[in-house]
């Protein structure tokens, strides 16, 4: 009897799929530890160059030296690569090229299992990439306060975004040639997101643009928790991200199984 | 289908595979004219225009330019080392191991050695004319103040071939691309972050200072500035063209070994 | 050396560290002829292939392809040979004509010529109507014929082809069985390797056949079986795993015994006379089968292993 946890998106057999993931990726740890390295040079750099150039910021009233103002910035951002990567590029190449999942269909596995199945497995490597982010920050004494914890849920939410977003996405991609797009779509949110600075350095109108971009709603949202500093809106912005993925995840189960049964 | 010879053209050997490769490039140009000439222009945008406005605001000038005017050179670097290492390692590897048409093209007339020349001298062709759409992109942003801007192309491609040199040459010995992605964080993102590129090499304290010499990126921003600048003496700026130089023709000589062992063994 | 020979090599060495691909060949092949080499999976047949096609250098002996030495003379000789790798090598994300024209540039050829070769080509191996469509959407038997196309391109004199249908559907084999004859006639010289009896059978004027990096008999396909098999095989099976048991009381029946794991093979001269024979003196087989000697009989022969192991 299949036991129905999310009854529009699959079962709990799709835990069977991140369990497959698992075991393959097992032998490639080291690269998922070298993924902690990344952020920290990033963090290490700004620190040494960009804090004595910029100087302070304001946020919200707080003064913080720029690499406290940058960090949450590159946790969001951190946190979309990664899932973008996982769900986009490796989900592409199980879908098309190796055909990974046919095999699986061929057990009691549903195409919604196998859709949910990567978005698991694209939270649980989201948690340990987000929790050696903060980590980092801490050590290099970019945190801003201790609520910084709570940029780990806030971080995972991102990622659970972005990654049914992806995976979604993922299904109109026809042949490699078409990831230049992604990059196209992800360079863009990086730099124009306000993660380097506030928001209100831009024109009325272009920040009105820039609100829409889930980026910036989840920098936002980690800067305020890093810093400590609560309001209602804080819910608009997860409510705003936790939409995105539902709707990702529907579009991405549908065009899974106009793709795998068709 | 009677055998017969041909008139050949005696077009040399080396310049038909970087016509291959050209030829190739025309197919899948669309993507990459975004990364190489798009890209560059969103990160002055950002880094240059937004961070920059808050540079000027705390600092004022940095070495006596704007931020924006500081950093726009060394995106140059930056952008030409990237494309070096893009085009070195794993089409490189798809060529000699997965697709294999490396091998298709040693069965012709094509020797190890032509190969490998014409690919350099196609990245070179790439980097050429990413420079000089570069160097006007940057001009436009008022960063260009000598003369000397207008060696900015040519520094480009020896950028790039110090990089894509040995970057080939190690890809066409490599049994597999496990250790591809380890590079890339551990070398190519290091030096893009720690080569003096987004703050002058006074930010390092002294110790560290010699340390960022290592980096090959740092000597190709040092004189990509130089040159936007016309500043700096001309021994120092030679001595960077020797360090890029030098990569690049240990990078030849030891693809020159790999890629014959690869094709002919 | 004489004229008639396009491909001579003698004493051929290939040694990859310790191991030793091949161990000491001999080779002589004709203008026009079609060449064969037979044997399982590494008996040294592509290693063989890839020093006589100019690539990789032998560790030791010498090879002359038209007279030359492809130690200094490799571009000359491969603007002359077509080679037809195992993998097709093909640039995926390209279209069937532009992978033959880019790789005809390759040549030197004029861009005219190569445009009018690849319609020539494509007609020939029956992909015109897929001309540009990407290769990646093709399937395996027209990816082989492409491949054969590329190949042609610089109208070789002498076309190597590694295993040319490998992993083919029956159809699509002898469509490109049907294309090989029509080179053949033509005066194309073929060298071809292949471990499928019925390929050689059909294809090769004469061949060689190889074990362990060594030639271990060379001949006419026929001339092969007639030397080193009988006319006919009776092949039982039966019903006992111990097919070892009965080999005394078959001994006497055939001129020659095989023991398979599956099955007990006689070599005969008359194969219904011997059956009616076995059946007379009281053995009874699950299943029996009289069929013409083949070439799997004479690698069985010679090597005591058969061709797919």
Known sequence: MPTRALPLFGTRRSLRVLERNALVYRSQWL????????????????????????????????????????????????AMNGAMIDSIFNTFFKLKISHTYDALLATPLEVEDVALGEVWWALVRAAIYAASFIVCMVLLGDAGSPWVVLCWPGAILTSFAFSCLGLAACTYIRSWQDFDLVTLVQLPLFLFSATFFPITLYPKWLGAIVSVSPLYQSATLLRGLALGQFDWIMVGRSAYLVILAFVGLHVASRRFRKILTP | MTPTTHATQRQPRWLRSWWYHAAFYAQTWRGSVASSILFPILYLASLGVGVGHLVTAHTGLVEGQTYLHFIAPSLLATTTMQLGEGESLWPVLASVKWIRTYHAAAATPLEPDDILFGKLAWVATRAFVTSIIYTIIVGCFGALTSWWSLTLPLIGVLITLAFSAPLVAYAAAAQSDASFTTLYRFAFV????????????????????????????????ALVRAAAYGRGSLAIQLAHVAVLVGLAVTGVLWGRRTMRRRLTD | MTNDYVLEARRLVKRFGDFEAVRGIDLSIERGESFGFLGPNGAGKTSTMRMISAVSQPTEGTITIFGLDPSTHGPEIRQRLGIVPQEDSLELELSVRLNLEMFGRYFDLPRRVVRERATELLEFTQLSERANEKVDNLSGGMKRRLTIARGLINRPEILILDEPTTGLDPQARHLLWDRLYRLKREGVTL??????????????????????????????????????????????????????????????????????????????????????EIHASGITPSSALVRRSSLEDVFLHLTGRSLSD
């Open chain 3, 191 to 276: 060298i071809i390797t292949t471990h499928y009896m019925d390929e050689a059978e059909q294809l090769c004027d004469r061949l060689v056949v190889m074990d362990r990096g060594t030639i271990v008999a060379e001949g006419a396909p026929r001339s092969l079986i007639d030397r080193y098999s009988t006319r006919e095989v009776v092949e039982l099976r039966f019903a006992s795993d111990n097919h070892e048991a009965f080999h005394d009381r078959l001994a006497p029946f055939a001129e020659r015994l095989e023991i398979l794991p599956d099955r007990v093979l006689l070599y005969v001269h008359e194969g219904d006379a011997t059956l009616r």
């Open chain 1, 31 to 78: 690269m998922l530890l070298s993924g902690f390295f990344e952020p920290l040079f990033y963090l290490l750099s700004i620190g040494i160059g960009l804090n004595h150039l910029v100087g302070a910021i304001s946020v919200h009233g707080r003064l913080v030296n720029y690499a406290t103002f940058v960090a949450p910035g590159m946790l969001a951002t951190s």
């Open chain 2, 190 to 221: 290091p030096m893009f972050l720690f080569s003096a590129t987004f703050y002058p090499v006074s930010a390092y304290p002294g110790y560290l200072r010699p340390v960022v010499q290592f980096f090959p990126l740092y000597h190709g921003v």
